[in-house]
């Protein structure tokens, strides 16, 4: 890359990125990503790792039209100041979908958290029953700390939030930087809740059925290396995802969750969202909206960033 191409660029660190997803734009761009991913107007090939002995490599790059080009590149390594837990660092690369010119880089760790929020925030407001305001938040990571963050710009919305987790030290200082409840149990807080939604780095499942009141909406976004979600959950609920291929891909592209899934028992939220299909059908029904990510939903939010701080239009 040349220098000048470097000198052009928006560069944003972590504090910046954060600063420049403005979450209700943030919101409207992951909104037409999902869209464009459910008319299948969304380039983005099978994403790709390169592993060594400690850790990975993935790249994850998209086109969503009118959005532009981007491409991630994420290091998941096992982190020794938390045991048991990995750090996700990185960068996205956005560049102008007409001309291929580097628009801006940013740092991939708050990026991947906001968007991943956003969209979590989408499908509650899409398959959660109209009066369901009891929220339980299980996890103490940056996933669910981007989720408690956006939630709370969610506030005219009369939410009642919850936190749950494994670490009761860490679930009091979370539930307390957002002005949130800190639950005695994750199993006490999902009883509780008219929407559940899972932000953890669980290798099994934390959440089961005979905790889940009907009609209980289930956001799931974590579980890279294994299922969040109980198998009954899964059996007993409509199920929703961001692309075929949460079902169709084996992890950690796919979902651990839906594997072996049939591909007519899955709405993609974009469908919803569209108008195309239904959301909730039943106020009795459980429904599931399992997260994998997706490249189109880095483009949405490197565009809105680019556009918050050059001024530009509607991202």
Known sequence: MSEDALAE???????????????????????????????????????????SPHGLLGAMPGHVPGLGLAAKLITVFADPA?????AHRGLVAHFDERTGRLLALLDAEPLTAARTAAVSVLALRALARPDARRIAVLGTGAQADAHLALLNTQAGDGLSVTVAGRDERRVRALAERHGAAAAPSIEAAVRAADAVLCCTGASEPLLRREWLAPGTHVGSVGGSEGPELDPATVRAADLFAEWPGAA????????????????????????????????????????VFKSTGHAALDVAAAATAHAVVTGGGEA
């Open 9 to 51: 660029a928006l560069i944003l660190d972590r504090a910046g990125t954060e600063a420049a997803l403005e979450p209700g734009r943030l919101i409207r761009s992951v909104e037409r990503a999902l869209i464009a991913i459910a008319r299948d107007a969304v380039s983005s090939p099978p994403r790709i790792a390169a592993r």
């Open 248 to 287: 169709a891909s084996p992890p950690p592209a796919g979902a651990h969750e839906l594997q072996g899934v049939p591909a007519e028992r899955i709405t993609l939220l974009g469908e919803v969202l569209d108008g195309g299909r239904p959301g909730r059908t039943d106020p009795e029904r459980l429904t």
């Open 82 to 86: 938390r045991p048991g837990r990995s």
